[in-house]
């Protein structure tokens, strides 16, 4: 009898968006898995970014349809908002301003002895040091986390995981990517992990963890391929949520109505679209690089490039996440069906089993389920959240 395959889940980032797709994603794994195998029965989870939640809830044997039932519901904890994420990093702005009362007399006597040769351009390079770290901070997610995971009796250790769990980030000073979870880093708790791993420069400050600032992971290399040979896994399926804003999304209309150039809408929105872009260039040099050496290991399930809402970075509507939700369901649903053959006989290899019918049929009480929970009136959601005995702030 042959050793036991080792099977691997990967979810990549792409913030609150990407983690809702990948949850609808994930719920439709588990309609077309067959003969009781779960995506919890995966031997090594890899989280990147807004992908280590999930990641780690999987790791802990949170249900994915428990994560969507409660999406659809308005129920804590797994139901969350931006306000219990992330908050305005206003310690920053006070260091920011004792930090320029600490420049302005040595800026102020520089450019008084360089005033012919220094612009004002100059002069704010030099005072880039004065400038905050991040527009946004994310303790309130570390501290959110820990209160789910310590309320669901989930486990915030590595240590204590039955699986195995990796959540890459970057260190800020060297450019090294630390794998926590891996032999060395295990102590640090998940939560705090996955914080470091979704700092997205620009929008959040870096999370400092021992002496040491972390940034998003989505920034360096791509984990996943490298991670899953080191690890000795069989088969990797990679659920990628990123989406590139080129020809074939959108940008804006839907939502808007009105069409504007990306160049329009601030330096926010330009760094999205330049992450991305550079984002996409990695991806797909790595997976093909991968995939022709590994033909049979790794399987990339990515959305359709006409689903424009995951390009959105403000304000989600509960209709926009129910959107989302089904987005992701049908992406792997509507995937596999389309390839169901070869799919299937990929799984197969590594004794997991597909059922074409079951999906078929789940679909259907899926999308009933979905325009349900997007015509429902919001007043039943909040009374649905009190009832669950949440603040809505956190």
């Known amino acids: ?82 306000r219990d994420i992330f908050a305005p990093a206003m310690g920053e702005g006070l260091k920011t301003v004792l930090r320029a009362v600490q420049q302005l007399i040595p800026l102020f006597k520089l450019y008084v002895r360089n005033r012919r040769e220094m612009s004002f351009i100059d002069l704010l390079d030099k005072a880039q040091e004065a400038l905050p770290s991040g527009v946004y901070k994310l303790e309130p ?19 204590k995981l039955h699986k195995e769990l990796y959540i890459p980030a970057i260190d800020l000073e060297t450019g090294q990517n630390v794998i926590f979870g891996e032999e060395g880093w ?23 963890i021992d002496g040491r600032d972390y940034i998003d992971a989505g920034i360096g290399r791509i984990a996943f391929f490298e991670l899953a040979l080191q690890k000795k896994a069989d088969f990797m399926l990679i659920i990628h949520p990123h989406l590139f804003a080129g020809t074939g999304a959108a940008w804006g209309q839907p939502r808007s109505g009105v069409s504007s150039r990306i160049g329009e809408k601030g330096f926010l929105s330009i760094g999205d679209q330049a992450s991305r872009i550079n984002l996409d260039a990695r991806f797909s040099l790595a997976a093909e690089l991968y995939q022709r050496e590994h033909p049979d290991k790794f399987l990339v399930i990515s959305p359709n490039p006409s689903e424009c809402l995951l390009l959105e970075r403000s304000f989600l509507s509960f209709r926009d996440r129910v959107h989302l939700l089904r987005c992701g369901y049908l992406s792997v649903a509507e995937a596999i069906k389309e390839q169901f053959v070869r799919v299937q006989g990929r799984f197969a290899a590594y004794g997991v089993s597909l059922s074409l019918s079951r999906i078929q049929e789940r679909i259907r009480t899926r999308m009933a389920q979905f325009s349900g929970a997007a015509e429902a009136p919001l007043p039943a959601l909040a009374t649905a959240r009190r009832r669950a005995g949440w603040s809505s702030a956190f």
């Open 186 to 208: 295990r102590q640090t708790p998940i939560s705090r992990a996955i914080t470091a791993s979704s700092a997205a420069p620009i929008y959040f400050c870096p999370v400092r």
């Open 1 to 82: 009898m042959g050793q036991p395959c080792k099977l691997a889940l990967a979810l990549s980032g792409g913030g609150f968006t990407g983690y809702l797709f990948e949850i609808g994603a994930l719920t439709a794994l588990d309609d077309l898995f067959d003969d009781g195998f779960t995506v919890n029965d995966f031997d090594l989870f890899l989280g990147v970014s807004a992908g280590a939640a999930g990641a780690a809830l999987m790791a802990n044997g949170v249900k994915p349809e428990e994560i969507l039932q409660a999406n659809l519901s308005g129920k804590r904890p797994y139901y969350f908002e931006r």
């Open 141 to 159: 997610f570390a501290r959110y986390l820990e209160m789910t995971f310590a309320t669901k009796g989930l486990s915030n250790d590595f240590e």
